[in-house]
T-cell receptor, first 113, second 115 residues
Framework: AQSVAQPEDQVNVAEGNPLTVKCTYSVSGNPYLFWYVQYPNRGLQFLLKYITGDNLVKGSYGFEAEFNKSQTSFHLKKPSALVSDSALYFCAVRRTGANNLFFGTGTRLTVIP | GAGVSQSPSNKVTEKGKDVELRCDPISGHTALYWYRQSLGQGLEFLIYFQGNSAPDKSGLPSDRFSAERTGGSVSTLTIQRTQQEDSAVYLC?????????????FGQGTRLTVV
């Protein structure tokens, strides 16, 4: 079975401060990991993915994520948060050979001016 | 348009009625997904189409739900005898072949309200 956990429903951070949105996963075999963002009244937008290679992946809008196999984590990070980063963030995992993405329940990020 | 298109954007229906939701994937994308997003919940996988292969229907919650994909392009999700618990946002996504390594692109969703 595969699953994704986003332990925080809500994350608040001050503008300009670094932000972290946590994600841990459980999957058999090698995982393919993704982050998506959902702005109000809009569809999900792809941010970044880890497939293989360098554990630190960089994505859109200055976001990055680090794949940590020993901790089965794929936390999303940004060095300096913007108010416009406020949105709902979803982590997703797919295992090798599987057809679909399994999504976490989402973390609502609020950046306070 | 270049993105995934879903229609209608909003649908209000009476309990017991049937509804059809439409998805136009990105041209050339062979994989198509349907997900359901309920308030306060994550995305729930419903069904997956890949090319001409038999669809993966393992996520459909009951036999009232069905989906088809005609000509490898447009897909329709049908919910028969709708119930109030079917109220949710239904999201469609598509991706290119080599799907394990390829991100999915999502439509704006159809918000279904069953009254």
């Amino acid at each position: 079975a595969q699953s994704v956990a986003q332990p925080e429903d809500q994350v608040n951070v001050a503008e300009g401060n670094p932000l972290t949105v946590k994600c841990t996963y459980s999957v058999s075999g090698n995982p393919y990991l993704f982050w998506y963002v959902q702005y109000p009244n809009r569809g999900l937008q792809f941010l970044l993915k880890y497939i293989t290679g360098d554990n630190l992946v960089k994505g859109s809008y200055g976001f990055e994520a680090e794949f940590n196999k020993s901790q089965t984590s794929f936390h999303l990070k940004k060095p300096s948060a913007l108010v416009s980063d406020s949105a709902l963030y979803f982590c997703a995992v797919r295992r090798t050979g599987a057809n679909n993405l399994f999504f976490g329940t989402g973390t609502r990020l609020t950046v306070i001016p | 348009g270049a993105g995934v298109s879903q229609s209608p954007s909003n649908k209000v229906t009476e309990k017991g009625k049937d509804v059809e939701l439409r998805c136009d994937p990105i041209s050339g994308h062979t994989a198509l997904y349907w997900y359901r997003q309920s308030l306060g919940q994550g995305l729930e996988f419903l069904i997956y189409f890949q090319g001409n292969s038999a669809p993966d229907k393992s996520g459909l919650p009951s036999d009232r739900f069905s989906a088809e994909r005609t000509g490898g392009s447009v897909s329709t999700l049908t919910i028969q005898r709708t119930q109030q618990e079917d109220s949710a946002v239904y999201l469609c996504a598509s991706s290119a072949r080599g799907i394990e390594r390829t991100e999915a692109f999502f439509g704006q969703g159809t918000r279904l309200t069953v009254v």
